[in-house]
Nanobody
Framework: VQLVESGGGLVQPGGSLRLSCAAS????????MGWFRQAPGKERELVAM???????DYGDFVKGRFTIFRDHAKNLVYLQMNSLKPEDTAVYYC????????????????WGKGTLVTVSS
């Protein structure tokens, strides 16, 4: 299974970005898809995750600024980020949890390579 992220880049404070992640490979089902981030010198933290049941979890710092969208049929997940702040600067990683290659497979978790988001004037 491969996760390919896109959409990172440089944006001014207050601006917006949309990140995309496509999961490909031997996929029968995915329990949850979403995003984590890691800033220099800090631990990786949850940004947003969307479950197959339709629920979403967000990091406390999001506070209504970010929205996660998931296309279950195409194994895609998007993160719309608005009102970006310099402290949002980080590498954003796509994450899939509970991936099965078949109905009888074990659950596996995967990470993308990350996409850099820089918020600066």
């Amino acid at each position: 299974v491969q996760l390919v992220e896109s959409g990172g880049g440089l944006v001014q404070p207050g601006g917006s970005l949309r990140l995309s992640c496509a999961a490909s490979g031997n996929i029968f089902s995915i329990s949850a898809m979403g995003w984590f981030r890691q800033a220099p010198g800090k631990e990786r933290e949850l940004v947003a995750m969307a479950t197959s049941g339709g629920t979403s979890d967000y990091g406390d710092f999001v506070k209504g600024r970010f929205t996660i969208f998931r296309d279950h049929a195409k194994n895609l997940v998007y993160l719309q980020m608005n009102s970006l702040k310099p402290e949002d600067t980080a590498v954003y990683y796509c994450h899939t949890r509970g991936v099965r290659g078949s109905r009888w497979s074990n659950n596996m978790d995967y990470w993308g390579k990350g996409t850099l988001v820089t918020v600066s004037s």
